[in-house]
């Protein structure tokens, strides 16, 4: 079975929210800070984990920037029947 984590930073040029699934995980000063916290929770729950964060929206009227990274869990029930 498939298990997605859906990361989101939404930055608006003071702070950058950091949430994971719709939840919120913080508020950070610099972009780099949400993505390293981002990657620290991603390693909590898959060691070894990587995210690669792309720009999913941006809207330049009010300097909104969304950017999106997607952890992919795969449990041992699915690994097994391959």
């Avoid at 040029?13 to 000063?29: A, C, W």
């Avoid at 390693?43 to 941006?58: C, H, I, M, W, Y």
């Avoid at 969304?66 to 041992?76: K, P, Y």
């Amino acid at each position: 079975m498939r298990n997605n984590d859906l990361f989101l930073i939404e930055s608006d040029g003071f702070r950058n929210r950091l949430s994971l699934n719709g939840q919120s995980v913080g508020t950070f000063s610099t972009l780099d800070a949400a993505e390293t916290e981002a990657k620290k929770v991603a390693n909590r729950t898959v060691p070894g984990a990587s995210l690669k964060f792309e720009l999913d929206f941006k809207w330049t009227l009010s300097d909104l920037e969304i950017r999106a990274a997607t952890l992919e869990r795969v449990s041992a029930d699915a690994t097994a029947r391959r």
